[in-house]
Each structure stands twice: as C-alpha cells, then as structure tokens.
C-alpha cells in the first residue's frame, strides 16, 4: 500500500470547514483513497473513501487530484466534537495476497477551536 | 455506533498472565480484523479471520492467538503478558475479505494494563 503523507497537526475555528491534506505522490491506479478518525482513544470511525472522483457524504466531502497524487477531506462545518486524529489511507482495491489490515500512520491531529 | 461490540471494556492484570478479548462482529460481516493499539507504536494490524479461517497476519506477537466461532464472534488470546502488552486493543469487522479495499468498522476498544 502506497505511503501518505499528513500534517501533524492543525488547529480550525468552530464553525468553519476544516480542510486536511493528504499526498500520496507514490499511489497506484487500483488503489483507493481511505479517511477514519478517532477521538480520544475511541475505535477508529469509517468516514469516506474514494478511487478518483470527489465523493461526499454525510460526514465530510474527498477531493482527490486529478494525478491522484494528494486529496484533501473536508469537513464542511466544524464543530467541538470533531477534534480527533484523522488518518488517511491508501489501500488496494481487489482480492490479492498479503495483510489484510489497514496500515495507519500518525495521522493529522485536528483541534476545532471554540 | 458501529455495530461491533467487544468486551470487557477495561482489563488489568499481571505479567505472565494470560487474558481473552471479545469480539461480536456487525451483523452480517464475515471477517474479523485485531488491532493494537499502543502509545510508542500507534495502530498496528495483528490479524484477520473470515469466515472462520485466519486469513492474513501481522505484527502479530507468537504468544498472541486468535480465532473465529461459527457464530463469527472472534477471540483474542494474549498469554505470557508483558508490561509491554499494555494497549488498546480494537477488533474490526467487514463484509466479506474478497476485497481488499473494502470498509473496516471498528470496535469501542478494550484497554489491557499489565501491572
């Protein structure tokens, strides 16, 4: 699975989007794009994933570059309960061999200031 | 709420003990992944079973164990515990293992202290 790349931390005012980078300049074509956070010790939450096209849901908004190389989450209303460690995943689409769990780095610790 | 639940929440126990880890998975879901949680080496995949049969490995630890009951319930076996050992520990469950960039849904956790 293809290496990323975040921001140790950022700091978004309550109300505003947050906005978090991820590069991932060494991707491949079948790879997918993956966002989880966890809050404070919490198990990690599913929040969205995409291949090439910018997804939304109810969470959050994936816009991934055209060279698939970076993508950014976006978060469109911050609010307190959204502090947390957002990680981005890049992860092989398809059955093959190998692990099977997902490889998390360090993540982007986001603080949503009141 | 995910959907899967683990228990206990909380564990504490000695060196060169021996504990099991619970693990329901969502309703419907075939493969069962553990994770350890520590705070010098962050989230580390140890395992996963689906459908019964182990299907990948990690930094999974030889005085570690797993399985999965036909029920798909899973159990994580953590023998000759060391200080070390002391984490948190998350189960994840998805649909099917059949692809690989499936989504994984994750447990509350449950925190061991080894004293």
């Known amino acids: 699975d293809a290496k990323t790349t975040q921001p140790p931390s950022m700091d978004c005012a309550e109300g505003r989007a947050a906005n978090l980078p991820c590069n991932h300049s060494t991707i491949s074509g079948n790879e997918y794009v993956y966002w989880y956070r966890q809050i404070h010790s919490q198990g990690p939450q599913y929040i969205i994933h995409?291949?090439?096209n910018n997804e939304t849901n109810e969470m959050a908004s994936l816009i991934i570059t055209e060279d698939r190389k970076s993508s950014t989450l976006i978060l469109p209303h911050a609010t307190l309960r959204d502090t947390a460690v957002y990680y981005c995943?890049?992860?092989?689409?398809?059955?093959?061999?190998?692990?099977?769990?997902?490889?998390f780095g360090k993540g982007t610790h986001l603080i949503i200031q009141p | 709420d995910s959907g899967v639940t683990q228990t206990p929440k909380h564990l504490i126990t000695a060196t060169g003990q021996r504990v099991t880890l619970r693990c329901s998975p969502r309703s419907g879901d075939l493969s069962v992944y553990w994770y350890q949680q520590s705070l010098d080496q962050g989230l580390q995949f140890l395992i996963q079973?689906?459908?019964?049969?182990?299907?990948a490995k990690g930094n999974i630890l030889e005085r570690f164990s797993a399985q999965q009951f036909p029920d798909l319930h899973s159990e994580l076996n953590l023998s000759s515990l060391e200080l070390g050992d002391s984490a948190l520990y998350f189960c994840a469950s998805s649909v099917e293992s059949g692809q690989r960039g499936e989504t994984q849904y994750f447990g509350p956790g449950t925190r061991l202290l080894v004293l």
């Open positions: 995409g291949l090439k």
């Open positions: 995943i890049v992860r092989v689409s398809g059955s093959g061999g190998g692990a099977d769990g997902l490889t």
């Open positions: 079973y689906y459908n019964g049969e182990e299907r």
